[in-house]
């Protein structure tokens, strides 16, 4: 298979998998071997006779479940009778008990569909040695701790056990405090530092220009093969419809998406009958894909952590690859924490010229004419007839034709096209300070204030007197609203707040967050129309909030315990602390007859 020689994490965890009560905590970036390190000696030490599952690994996604069963058969060409078999959502759950009752050495799985089938009582876990919890990091920020739990309480105690992680969250500590023995840590390079073999750049545009910029930054690099990481799946869609509108070799992936068609999808993407790949974060764990030029990053993720996963896509086994941001003035905070964690400082690009792009891609074009095979057995007899028919033209008019015939559509979209600025600082403060001007003319000397591009600014109903704080809002709203929402501004006031979110999910947030309660209080979550200093989304007072919602301000005010902690107490003393109000339905109703 090429390997010559150990990959560092190779040579410290294979020994010790091959011992006995030996757990290890690997920290490891991806595209450094990993599979193979705990692979190899896992599968050393499988007992071919004896057809039970004696090793189980754990991983986040169909993907990467499917890529590690896909290398362990490679790694086991030469032990006939290894059953491994891959346990995902998506497919047939009842194939996949009949190969268990037939019996499986290995067993590759993704927590929710192992639990299923334990719950069956089609799976034992009652003799496995080995156990691998690979990408661990991922699979807690999926929710996946209950399910690792509930698998690991069956697992005998005797066993090995290796968590890898690229990064290391506090949550880790709790899985290696509760299953562990005396865990030997290996750290490849620095905790949650990326590769080193990856050169970071971001580009900082205009909301509206961000499309344009991933144009050019894609025709900018003629021979890109990479993956282009979006926060939503709607906006993965949307993204990838426009480059293929816009001619562009791609497709999505995201979890929308049926098993088949996300099979389909990878398999063209991985012999490369596509150029750019469109996905969401889940796609960002199990990729095992070669070669990869290019990441980029339409917008920086909401977890950090999450930043080092997608560029750790580029850049394997030994090779280089670019991580390209593209982002606006309101992410610079998160790119600074970035380069913090990952001990690497950003490049600032310049937005590629119409004309770089097409001076680029035309000695590209040279290049390739330079290097194709000719085949002379094939083309010979044909080619008398198309030296009568080009025999008018000399060798200059030849490659301008060939060249013209090749981009004049390109260089006729970068002829008209305007320039797409580059923003800092300096020039986002000017830009902000005279949208300011405008909207206090506008108001006849009194100053509004709106969301930033492609955020929606809503009023809520709590305030500092409540204890909130910027962090306690962010936390509110991951309660209120599944799935990961974009959060921009946050202005806290004493008796209420103001906050903004991703204009695609606006709607969802304020429908999810109407209606619970904290302490027996409603939420109000409502557009922010009025002024600064208004205390609501119509124009509603300072006090407007008690007798409508009901639950006394005071209360808050006088509450010494941090909002936080009343949330936390909340949580612990009901099975449902964040539940609907009865009178919803009625209220609602009377708010839209209003």
Not at 265 to 271: D, E, L, Y
Not at 567 to 585: A, G, V
């Amino acid at each position: 298979m090429g390997y010559e020689s150990p990959m560092p994490v190779q040579e410290e965890v294979i020994p010790l998998l091959l011992g006995e009560d030996n757990d290890v905590i690997a920290l490891a970036q991806t595209g450094t071997g990993k599979t193979a390190a705990f692979g190899i000696p896992i599968l050393q030490k499988i007992e071919i006779d004896q057809y039970h599952p004696q090793a189980l690994i754990l991983c986040p996604t169909r993907e990467l479940c499917l890529q590690i069963a896909n290398d362990l058969n490679d790694y086991s060409k030469y032990m006939d009778k290894l059953r491994v078999l891959p346990v995902y959502g998506g497919s047939s759950i009842e194939s996949q008990i009949k190969t268990l009752k037939r019996g499986v050495h290995v067993v590759v799985a993704t927590p929710g569909r192992l639990l299923d089938l334990m719950n069956r009582k089609t799976v034992d876990l009652g003799l496995v040695k080995n156990v691998i919890l690979d990408e661990a990091d991922e699979m807690l920020n999926m929710g996946f701790s209950d399910s690792i739990n509930a698998i690991l309480a069956e697992v005998p105690e005797s066993r090995n056990m290796l968590l890898f992680s690229a990064t290391m969250p506090q949550g880790i500590a709790g899985i290696t405090r509760k299953y562990m023995r005396n865990p030997k840590e290996i750290v490849i390079g620095k905790k949650n530092e990326g590769n080193k073999n990856i050169r970071h750049s971001y580009y900082m545009v205009r909301a509206q220009d961000k499309y344009l910029a991933l144009k050019r930054i894609a025709d900018y690099y003629p021979n890109i093969y990479g993956i282009i990481f979006c926060r939503t799946r709607k906006e993965t869609q949307e993204i990838a419809d426009k480059l293929i509108q816009d001619g562009y070799n791609a497709d999505s992936l995201h979890g929308e998406l049926s098993q088949m068609q996300r099979d389909y999808v990878m398999q063209k993407f991985r012999i490369k009958n596509l150029q750019l790949l469109v996905a969401t974060d889940v796609a960002a764990r199990g990729l095992d894909v070669d070669d990869l030029t290019h990441v980029i990053n339409y917008g920086l993720p909401d977890e950090i952590e999450s930043y080092t996963h997608r560029s750790g896509r580029t850049g394997r086994a030994g090779k280089t690859g670019i991580s390209i941001s593209i982002c606006h003035i309101k992410e610079k905070g998160k790119i600074k924490e970035i380069e913090r964690i990952i001990n690497k400082k950003f490049e600032k690009g310049e937005m590629p010229s119409g004309k770089a792009i097409c001076e680029k891609q035309l000695f590209n074009l040279v290049d390739e004419i330079e290097k194709v095979k000719v085949n002379e057995e094939e083309i010979e007899s044909l080619m008398p007839s198309i030296f009568r028919k080009l025999e008018w033209l000399d060798k200059e008019d030849i490659i301008k034709r060939v060249v013209s015939l090749e981009f004049n559509r390109m260089i006729d979209y970068y002829k008209d096209a305007d320039e797409i600025e580059v923003i800092d600082e300096r020039s986002a403060r000017k830009e902000k300070g005279e949208r300011g001007e405008r909207s206090e003319r506008g108001q006849g000397g009194r100053k509004t204030y709106t969301a930033e591009d492609g955020f929606t600014r809503f009023f809520l109903n709590f305030g500092k007197a409540d204890g909130l704080y910027p962090n306690n809002l962010i936390e509110l709203v991951n309660k209120c609203v599944p799935g990961k929402v974009q959060i921009g501004k946050i202005d806290l006031r004493e008796n209420f707040s103001f906050f903004e979110v991703d204009q695609y999910e606006s709607k969802r947030v304020m429908d999810l967050m109407n209606g619970f309660e904290i302490d027996g209080r409603r939420i109000s979550v409502e557009p922010a129309q009025g002024a600064k200093g208004e205390g609501g989304g119509k124009g509603r007072g300072r006090s407007g909030d008690r007798g409508k919602y009901g639950g006394d301000r005071k209360k808050g005010r006088d509450d010494k315990s941090h909002f936080y902690d009343r949330f936390d107490k909340s949580e612990r003393n009901s099975e449902k602390p964040w539940r609907r109000s009865s009178s919803d339905r009625f209220d609602r109703k009377r708010r839209s007859n209003k």
